[in-house]
Every structure is written in C-alpha cells, then in structure tokens.
C-alpha cells in the first residue's frame, strides 16, 4: 500500500521530537504499567496531537454554537472518537434531522477507518490475544493513532504492544477532552468574531493536516482540485457539495495516478 512506507519509516516530517523508549530487550518492559505510561507520554512526541488539539478546541466550539449541552459533547468525543464524525454527528442533529439518519451518516464516515484497524491490529496481536483484549484497542484506532502506531509499535515489545497502544490512545482523548472543554467554554465567554475563529480550527485543522501528508502527485493533485472544484460545485445548491467536489477531485487524481503508472510500465 503506498501510503503505509512514509510512516512505517518512522522518519516522517510530522514528528519533530523523539520518544525515548528502553531498547526494545530492555527488563523494564515487563511491566505492562509502565509499558502504559510510556503510550501515554507518547503523545508529546508528535505534532499530531497540537492537530487534534485545535480540532477538538473548534468541535467544542462548535457543539456550544449548536446548543448541546457540554456534557454531551464530552460524551460524544469519548464514544465516538473521530473528528469528521463528530462534526457529522453535532450538524446533522443540529440542523434537525432525525438520531437514526444522523447514525447513518457517521457509520458512512466511519468506514474509511476500517482498513486502518485491518492493517494496525496485526501489529499489535500475538498468538494468545484473545479478541476482547483488542476491543479498547481497535476504539482507539482513527488517523492520528494509525499514523503513529507505525512510527512507534516497532520499539516496542510485541506482548506489551496493547498495552502500550492503550497508553497513547487514552492520552490522546485525554488531550481532546480538555480541547473540548476548552473550545466550549471559550466559544461562551468570546465575542462572536472570536467564537467564529475558534469555530474556522477545524476546518483549517483538518486542510493543514492534510496538506502535510501529501506524499505523492496524486494526493497533492487531489488536494488542489478538491479546494478548486468547491467553489463551482456549490452553485450547484445539492446540498451534499463538498462530497461531489471530493469524490470528483479524487477519481480525476486517481485516473492520472493510473496513467503514469501505466506510462512508467
């Protein structure tokens, strides 16, 4: 798969501090405590998390702006753990559609994190894991943890990999929820120009985030086409313009991706 080798390498431009874990045969990963605490700490050591951090300062902001109440929107972020679903989930019922077609729409967005949990899940089992050990674990798994997952599961011992991928995915929504809390509160107590700002993070969040993972000529393609076609697409008034932009953008990036692997063959 072309877009695993940039992370696996673990020599990404998205991760400027290193984490320094015991040598992988080191007597201190018995501990499957410790093994814990050092998931935890990871998420200091990426940019990543200051990503997600904005993400959820805006999501809060927006959940403040949609009238929920901020107890709901912590539930949210702790059970359903993925930025784009959320703000699927907080819109859809904020504009007033019904709890089981604002379910339909996150189970959509949440099937582009299947192939992530297939390919990290065979980094983390091992022959004696039983598969409600891998419950917490495969929760835990949207972008952020995919991506270093495989820039840190290789350091670490293979029995002590679910423990340490709890560690970090229990820091990671730990970090969302003080976003949370905080994009909330600010959004309540801030001018409105202000609250709008905070509101434009998770946009911005997630075009920046974006942006600095292109990695080949198709995705930066995709990219560029995608913020070009909107535009012209919602003129078109459906109602679902930024899903005909995207899915447009991504099949011509695709189409010249197959034609210069076809052109090099």
């Known amino acids: 798969m072309p877009f695993r080798q940039p992370y696996a390498c673990g020599e990404s431009n998205l991760h ?18 410790r093994a814990f605490a050092w998931g935890m700490t990871a998420v200091a050591s990426t940019v990543l998390t200051l990503v997600l951090f904005a993400t959820y300062l805006g999501i809060g902001a927006l959940a403040h702006d949609s009238h929920f109440s901020l107890g709901w929107v912590l539930g949210s972020t702790l059970l359903v ?17 019904t709890a089981v077609q604002a379910a339909i729409a996150v ?6 994190l299947f192939p992530m949990v297939v390919s990290v899940l065979p980094l983390i089992k091992t022959p004696q894991t039983k598969r409600h050990h891998l419950v917490l674990a495969t929760h835990f798994i949207a972008v952020t943890l995919w991506v270093e997952c495989y820039r840190l599961l290789p350091k670490v011992p293979r029995e002590r990999r679910i423990a340490f991928t709890h560690g970090l995915g229990c820091g990671l929504v730990i970090v969302c929820m003080v976003a949370t809390t905080l994009g909330y509160g600010l959004a309540a107590n801030l001018p ?7 509101l434009l993070l998770t946009p911005l969040a997630f075009l920046l985030s974006t ?10 393609l995709a990219l560029v086409l995608g913020i070009a076609l909107f ?3 919602s003129m078109l008034h459906t109602g679902v313009d930024i899903l005909i932009g995207g899915v447009t953008a991504g099949s011509i990036a695709y189409g010249v991706h197959w034609w210069r692997e076809r052109v090099r063959a």
């Open 16 to 33: 400027r501090s290193q984490l320094a874990l015991p040598p992988i045969t080191s007597p201190n990963w018995k501990s499957p405590i």
């Open 81 to 97: 753990w993925a930025g784009p679903a959320q703000i699927i989930l907080i819109s859809t019922l904020g504009s007033g559609a």
């Open 107 to 112: 189970t959509v967005s949440a099937i582009r």
């Open 192 to 198: 409105p120009l202000f609250a709008a700002a905070i």
């Open 211 to 220: 942006a600095r993972n292109c990695r080949q000529i198709s995705d930066i």
């Open 231 to 233: 535009p012209l697409v």
